[in-house]
C-alpha cells in the first residue's frame, strides 16, 4: 500500500469516528473494547462513574491488576498467589425486611453508547478440583476423548462407560493405560457433561501427575459462561429480584478474568471454595441464575481499561469500607459507599460473652493480658467517619486491650476470628445491653466482677466492594422499571468502573 492510500484510510478513519480501542487477551484470544462512533452499529451500553468515597489515609493507588490478561499453555508449572482473603460471602434465608427507604445511586453515574467488537469466543477458565492419590472415575453421557497434553488424540471412553483414572509416579493412567504427566479428557459434544465420581461438571477434565509424589491433580477446564451457571447460585439467593442475581453475575465474571491473570502461571486459576467463589458444577445451578449469567454474557468491570478485583461480601452492615482500610492497599474502585442492605439477621448482630470467656480467648490467642481492665477504642459513629483505629465504614482497624499483666494492641481481622464475629465493624458494651440499637453508648471499662460483654456487630463479610443483600435492596426497590439496574447496583459499590461487553 503506498503513503499517500495509506494517509487517506487514516483520515478516512477518523472522519468516520473509528476506534480501534484497547486490545485485551485471556487465555490466548484476543478481544478489543471499544467506543462507539455516530454509526447505527449494534452497541451495548457503557455504564461510568467518577471516583466517590471518603478519602483514603493513603493517597498512593496501588492496584493489583495486571496490564494485560494472558493465558499461559497448559504446564506443570509451580508458583495460589493471593489475590483476596476469605470473602465470608455465606448467606442466610430471604427474610421481609422491616425498613424501606429511598434508595438514590450516585449523581455521577453516566451511561453512553459503546459496541464491542469480538475477536475470539469465551476463555476458558481452570478450576481446582483437588488432588488425590487414591484411583477414581469419569463417564458421560457422550463418547470423551483422552489427549495426551493438549492434542494428542490417544483413546476414547465410550458414552456411558466409566473411565478409570490412576496415578503411578509421574504418569496418569486412564483404564490401566499409562498416558503421561499431562492428560485432557473432554466429551465430543461440547454441550454434555461429565461425572468425576459422583459430582457432575460442564466443559472437560485436565489431570497432572505432581512430580513423582503418585499424587495427581484434577482441574475442570470449562468456558468461563459455563463456570458461572454454577457459581452464580452458590453466591447469591436465586429467589432474589433479577437485577441482583445480574449484578452477581457480572461481579463473578470479572473477578474470575481478574484472576484467571493473576494465576497464569499456575495450573489451575481458582479454587471451588470462599478464598476465590463458591462453584457447584452442574448440580449447583438455577434457572434464575442461569439466566442472569446469559443476559449479561461477556459484560466485565474496568477500571483503567483493565478488569477489576471485583470482591463482594454478604452484608456491607450500611457502609462498605476502603481497600487500603483493610488490606492496606488502595484500589480507587474499592472505596466506602452507603449500604443499603435490610437483611435482619446480618444487617446487625450481637454476641454476648464474658469478661472471663474474653480473657480467656485473647490467651488462646496469645494476646493474653491477664484481668482485662478496659479497652481503648474509638466509640462507632455515624459514618462515613475515620479515626485511627477505625476505618471510613467504622470497621476495627485495631484495638488495644489494658490488662492486670500487660496491654496487647490486636488487629480488627484477628479480633474477628478470636470472637468469632461476622465482621469488623462493631463496638464493646460491657455491662450495658445496647439491645441492637446503634444509638447506645459503647462501653469499654471493666469491673472486675461477672461482667457481661455484648458486643454489637454490623454486616457479614471483609466489606469490600459488592453488599449482596445490599445488592438485593437496591433491585427490591427499583423493581421493574429499568432493565439493566444491575449497572446502577455496580457503579455505586465499585468506584469509578466501566462496564462493557467484552465478547
Given at each position: 500500500?503506498?503513503?499517500?492510500k495509506l494517509?487517506?484510510?487514516?483520515?478516512?478513519?477518523?472522519?468516520?469516528?473509528?476506534?480501534?480501542?484497547?486490545?485485551?487477551?485471556v487465555?490466548?484470544?484476543?478481544?478489543?473494547v471499544?467506543?462507539?462512533g455516530?454509526?447505527?452499529s449494534?452497541?451495548?451500553?457503557?455504564?461510568?462513574?467518577?471516583?466517590?468515597?471518603?478519602?483514603?489515609?493513603?493517597?498512593?493507588?496501588?492496584?493489583k491488576?495486571?496490564?494485560?490478561?494472558?493465558?499461559?499453555?497448559?504446564?506443570?508449572?509451580s508458583?495460589?498467589?493471593?489475590?483476596?482473603?476469605?470473602?465470608?460471602?455465606?448467606?442466610t434465608?430471604?427474610?421481609?425486611n422491616?425498613?424501606?427507604?429511598?434508595?438514590?445511586?450516585?449523581?455521577s453515574?453516566?451511561?453512553?453508547n459503546?459496541?464491542?467488537?469480538?475477536?475470539?469466543?469465551?476463555?476458558?477458565?481452570?478450576?481446582?478440583?483437588?488432588?488425590r492419590k487414591?484411583?477414581?472415575t469419569?463417564?458421560?453421557g457422550?463418547?470423551?476423548?483422552?489427549?495426551?497434553?493438549?492434542?494428542?488424540?490417544?483413546?476414547v471412553?465410550?458414552?456411558?462407560?466409566?473411565?478409570?483414572?490412576?496415578?503411578?509416579g509421574n504418569?496418569?493412567?486412564?483404564n490401566?493405560?499409562?498416558?503421561?504427566?499431562n492428560?485432557?479428557?473432554?466429551?465430543?459434544?461440547?454441550?454434555?457433561?461429565?461425572?468425576?465420581g459422583?459430582?457432575?461438571y460442564?466443559?472437560?477434565?485436565?489431570?497432572?501427575?505432581?512430580?513423582?509424589?503418585?499424587?495427581m491433580t484434577l482441574?475442570?477446564?470449562?468456558?468461563l459462561?459455563?463456570?458461572?451457571?454454577?457459581?452464580?447460585?452458590?453466591?447469591?439467593?436465586?429467589s432474589?429480584?433479577?437485577?441482583?442475581?445480574?449484578?452477581?453475575a457480572?461481579?463473578?465474571?470479572?473477578?474470575?478474568?481478574?484472576?484467571?491473570?493473576?494465576?497464569k502461571?499456575?495450573?489451575?486459576d481458582v479454587?471451588?471454595?470462599?478464598?476465590?467463589?463458591?462453584?457447584?458444577g452442574?448440580?449447583?445451578?438455577?434457572?434464575?441464575?442461569?439466566v442472569?449469567?446469559?443476559?449479561?454474557?461477556?459484560m466485565?468491570?474496568?477500571?483503567?481499561q483493565?478488569?477489576?478485583n471485583?470482591?463482594?461480601?454478604?452484608?456491607?452492615?450500611?457502609?462498605?469500607?476502603?481497600s487500603?482500610n483493610?488490606?492496606?492497599?488502595?484500589?480507587?474502585?474499592?472505596?466506602g459507599?452507603?449500604?443499603?442492605?435490610?437483611a435482619?439477621?446480618?444487617?446487625?448482630?450481637?454476641?454476648?460473652?464474658?469478661?472471663?470467656?474474653?480473657e480467656?480467648?485473647?490467651?488462646?490467642?496469645?494476646k493474653?493480658?491477664?484481668?482485662?481492665?478496659?479497652?481503648?477504642?474509638?466509640?462507632?459513629k455515624?459514618?462515613?467517619?475515620?479515626?485511627?483505629?477505625?476505618?471510613?465504614?467504622?470497621r476495627v482497624?485495631?484495638?488495644?486491650?489494658?490488662g492486670?499483666?500487660?496491654?496487647?494492641?490486636v488487629?480488627?481481622?484477628?479480633?474477628?476470628?478470636?470472637?468469632?464475629?461476622k465482621?469488623?465493624?462493631?463496638d464493646?458494651?460491657?455491662?450495658h445491653?445496647?439491645?441492637?440499637?446503634?444509638?447506645a453508648?459503647?462501653?469499654?471499662?471493666?469491673?472486675?466482677?461477672n461482667?457481661?460483654?455484648?458486643?454489637l456487630?454490623?454486616?457479614?463479610?471483609?466489606?469490600?466492594?459488592?453488599?449482596?443483600?445490599?445488592a438485593?435492596?437496591?433491585?427490591?426497590?427499583?423493581?421493574?422499571k429499568?432493565?439493566?439496574?444491575y449497572?446502577?447496583?455496580l457503579?455505586?459499590?465499585?468506584?469509578?468502573?466501566?462496564?462493557n461487553k467484552?465478547?
Amino acid at each position: 500500500m503506498n503513503t499517500k492510500k495509506l494517509q487517506c484510510l487514516i483520515v478516512g478513519a477518523m472522519f468516520l469516528g473509528i476506534n480501534l480501542g484497547t486490545v485485551v487477551t485471556v487465555h490466548g484470544e484476543s478481544f478489543i473494547v471499544t467506543k462507539a462512533g455516530s454509526t447505527k452499529s449494534s452497541s451495548t451500553t457503557t455504564t461510568s462513574t467518577k471516583a466517590v468515597g471518603t478519602k483514603a489515609t493513603s493517597t498512593t493507588s496501588k492496584s493489583k491488576v495486571s496490564s494485560t490478561i494472558t493465558k499461559a499453555k497448559s504446564t506443570n508449572s509451580s508458583t495460589k498467589s493471593k489475590v483476596k482473603s476469605k470473602k465470608d460471602t455465606k448467606s442466610t434465608k430471604v427474610t421481609k425486611n422491616t425498613k424501606q427507604g429511598t434508595i438514590k445511586p450516585k449523581s455521577s453515574t453516566s451511561i453512553t453508547n459503546s459496541s464491542a467488537v469480538k475477536q475470539g469466543t469465551t476463555p476458558n477458565i481452570r478450576v481446582l478440583l483437588g488432588s488425590r492419590k487414591s484411583p477414581t472415575t469419569i463417564k458421560s453421557g457422550t463418547n470423551m476423548t483422552v489427549f495426551k497434553g493438549d492434542d494428542q488424540k490417544v483413546s476414547v471412553i465410550v458414552a456411558g462407560s466409566t473411565g478409570k483414572l490412576s496415578v503411578s509416579g509421574n504418569t496418569i493412567y486412564v483404564n490401566g493405560k499409562a498416558i503421561g504427566p499431562n492428560v485432557l479428557i473432554k466429551p465430543q459434544n461440547p454441550k454434555e457433561s461429565f461425572y468425576l465420581g459422583d459430582k457432575q461438571y460442564r466443559g472437560g477434565l485436565r489431570v497432572f501427575a505432581v512430580g513423582r509424589s503418585s499424587t495427581m491433580t484434577l482441574v475442570n477446564a470449562i468456558p468461563l459462561e459455563d463456570y458461572l451457571y454454577g457459581v452464580v447460585p452458590q453466591e447469591v439467593i436465586p429467589s432474589w429480584p433479577a437485577a441482583a442475581l445480574e449484578a452477581q453475575a457480572v461481579a463473578a465474571r470479572t473477578y474470575a478474568l481478574y484472576t484467571m491473570e493473576t494465576n497464569k502461571n499456575k495450573d489451575y486459576d481458582v479454587k471451588p471454595s470462599t478464598d476465590y467463589q463458591m462453584y457447584a458444577g452442574r448440580a449447583g445451578e438455577h434457572n434464575a441464575t442461569t439466566v442472569a449469567v446469559d443476559k449479561t454474557k461477556g459484560m466485565v468491570m474496568f477500571y483503567n481499561q483493565k478488569p477489576i478485583n471485583a470482591l463482594f461480601h454478604s452484608d456491607g452492615g450500611g457502609y462498605t469500607e476502603d481497600s487500603v482500610n483493610v488490606w492496606g492497599t488502595a484500589l480507587p474502585y474499592l472505596k466506602g459507599v452507603k449500604d443499603y442492605s435490610q437483611a435482619p439477621s446480618t444487617r446487625t448482630w450481637t454476641v454476648t460473652t464474658t469478661r472471663q470467656a474474653m480473657e480467656a480467648n485473647l490467651r488462646a490467642a496469645g494476646k493474653g493480658v491477664g484481668t482485662l481492665k478496659s479497652i481503648q477504642l474509638t466509640p462507632l459513629k455515624a459514618q462515613p467517619m475515620e479515626t485511627a483505629d477505625r476505618g471510613v465504614s467504622g470497621r476495627v482497624k485495631s484495638a488495644t486491650f489494658i490488662g492486670s499483666d500487660r496491654k496487647v494492641t490486636v488487629d480488627g481481622d484477628a479480633l474477628r476470628s478470636i470472637f468469632g464475629l461476622k465482621s469488623t465493624l462493631f463496638d464493646f458494651y460491657v455491662n450495658h445491653n445496647p439491645n441492637g440499637k446503634d444509638s447506645a453508648k459503647p462501653y469499654h471499662t471493666f469491673t472486675n466482677k461477672n461482667d457481661t460483654v455484648y458486643i454489637l456487630g454490623h454486616g457479614w463479610g471483609h466489606g469490600l466492594g459488592l453488599s449482596q443483600w445490599g445488592a438485593a435492596e437496591m433491585a427490591k426497590q427499583n423493581g421493574d422499571k429499568d432493565q439493566e439496574y444491575y449497572k446502577k447496583i455496580l457503579t455505586h459499590y465499585y468506584s469509578g468502573i466501566n462496564i462493557n461487553k467484552m465478547y
